[in-house]
């Protein structure tokens, strides 16, 4: 059974940057044909993709947040961390790791696990 846990601070101020991590468990970072998700979910709205690392260590960010968000890992850890630079208080919000399975040849694609999420406010 494959886990996601999310940690990092609760608060940041605007202009900061917001780093959070997601440890796996139950399953290497470096398993074929899964992507390793951030998700978030501001206050009032819907889930809004910010990034994703392979597992073969290429990246995908949102068109509207790729200036400012840097996905890595730690295989040695087997964990994924967020950075979101200058962040404001748009950036408030559940953040979620998640873990995609993407397969051309089996022609199978989505979501298969999650972590519980965890809140980021920005405010000073």
């Known amino acids: 059974q494959v886990q996601l846990q999310e940690s990092g601070p609760g608060l940041v101020k605007p202009s900061q940057t917001l780093s959070l991590t997601c440890t796996v468990s139950?399953?290497?970072?470096?398993?074929?044909?899964?992507?390793w998700s951030w998700i978030r979910q501001p206050p009032g709205k819907g889930l809004e993709w910010v990034g994703s690392i392979g597992y073969d260590d290429s990246t995908f960010y949102s068109p509207s947040l790729k200036s400012s968000t840097s996905i890595s890992r730690d295989t040695s850890k087997n964990h994924i961390t967020l950075q979101l630079s200058s962040v404001t208080p748009e950036d408030t919000a559940v953040y979620y790791c998640?873990?995609?399975?993407?397969?051309?040849?089996?022609?199978?694609?989505?979501?298969?696990?999650w972590g519980q999420g965890t809140q980021v406010t920005v405010s000073s």
């Open positions: 998640a873990r995609y399975y993407y397969s051309a040849y089996y022609g199978r694609r989505g979501y298969e696990d």
């Open positions: 139950g399953d290497s970072i470096t398993t074929d044909a899964y992507y």
